[in-house]
């Protein structure tokens, strides 16, 4: 069960007393947080599944679908935002949660919380609840305020559990390398051949030690990084997708829109027109 505490088309925050809200695939074109006060169970999303308990705090980005297994009974909140409420990439300065919490293609998207940490993000939400029910002056701008500090200091919590938030504990130096070379060469270099080459190691010895590591496929870790520039230049620019195609090292731009709809399970028009910056919003 679910009790909304507000609901329009930018901003919706919930809290929950079950798991019927997770229980089949959900995707919104939003950005989704949930945070589990009480509870424990399996989260899946991307094909990859991860295991939680206790205070935990869940990160996801617009269209990326998910689902809860819940062991036992959850408890806590769900908050969807639209980029026409708060932009992640056009307020990175400010926020720095973009590549942290969210579109960060190497990392877990669950966090979790001690006591103290879950505390203080609770009250955060608890703060923005207690807004949305007293409606005054600048209701808008309090509630950006709000969230803006709480994605600070999930980021920060983030960021002092897994430092750098970029190198994962024991991580094989090929892992770092291959995280690098795909920095550096996404937008022309597509294939899994290309960098196993770069890295002098064959690409079926490459690919298992990605599996291992990352639990992806090694096209899929190429495919995603691509992805996530691709709806970062949709939502942003006016740019033709045509253009972006280009620049991404795409000459063909329905090889491109098949690509990403493969990849984002939608097109990329469509992507644009309901998460692009300036276009009406609806939560699924």
């Given at each position: 069960?679910?009790?909304?505490?507000?609901?329009?088309?930018?901003?919706?925050?919930?809290?929950?007393?079950?798991?019927?809200?997770?229980?089949?695939?959900?995707?919104?074109?939003?950005?989704?947080?949930?945070?589990?006060?009480?509870?424990?169970?399996i989260f899946k999303a991307e094909g990859l599944a991860y295991s939680f308990e206790g205070k935990t705090l869940i990160c996801l980005s617009p269209y990326q679908p998910y689902m809860i297994n819940a062991s036992v009974t959850l408890q806590g909140y769900v908050l969807h935002f639209h980029s026409d409420f708060l932009c992640v990439y056009k307020?990175?300065?400010?926020?720095?949660?973009?590549?942290?919490?969210?579109?960060?293609?190497?990392?877990?998207?669950?966090?979790?919380?001690?006591?103290a940490e879950g505390e203080k993000l609770h009250q955060m939400l608890q703060q923005m609840e207690a807004e949305v029910h007293d409606i005054g002056l600048a209701q808008y701008e309090l509630l950006v305020s709000y969230l803006k500090?709480?994605?600070?200091?999930?980021?920060?919590?983030?960021?002092?559990?897994?430092?750098?938030?970029?190198?994962?504990?024991?991580?094989?130096?090929?892992?770092?390398?291959?995280?690098d070379a795909i920095e550096h060469y996404f937008r022309?270099?597509?294939?899994?051949?290309?960098?196993?080459?770069?890295?002098?190691?064959?690409?079926?010895?490459?690919?298992?030690?990605?599996?291992?590591?990352?639990?992806?496929?090694?096209?899929h870790l190429i495919s995603e990084r691509i992805v996530v520039e691709a709806k970062r230049e949709l939502y942003l620019t006016s740019k033709p997708v045509k253009e972006i195609a280009y620049d991404l090292g795409f000459n063909d731009e329905y090889y491109f829109s098949r690509f990403f709809k493969k990849n984002a399970a939608i097109s990329p028009q469509t992507y644009r027109d309901t998460v692009g910056s300036g276009k009406l919003a609806t939560i699924n």
């Open positions: 069960m679910s009790i909304p505490i507000v609901d329009n088309n930018i901003f919706r925050l919930l809290s929950f007393r079950d798991e019927s809200n997770f229980s089949g695939f959900q995707r919104t074109n939003c950005y989704t947080i949930i945070f589990v006060l009480n509870g424990n169970g307020h990175h300065n400010e926020v720095a949660c973009n590549g942290v919490l969210f579109d960060n293609i190497y990392r877990s998207p669950i966090l979790s919380l001690t006591e500090i709480f994605l600070i200091h999930a980021t920060r919590i983030k960021v002092l559990e897994q430092p750098g938030a970029h190198i994962i504990k024991d991580e094989p130096l090929i892992v770092k390398n291959l995280k022309k270099e597509h294939s899994a051949s290309y960098y196993s080459g770069l890295l002098n190691i064959s690409t079926k010895a490459l690919a298992k030690i990605i599996k291992s590591h990352l639990g992806k496929p090694l096209n």
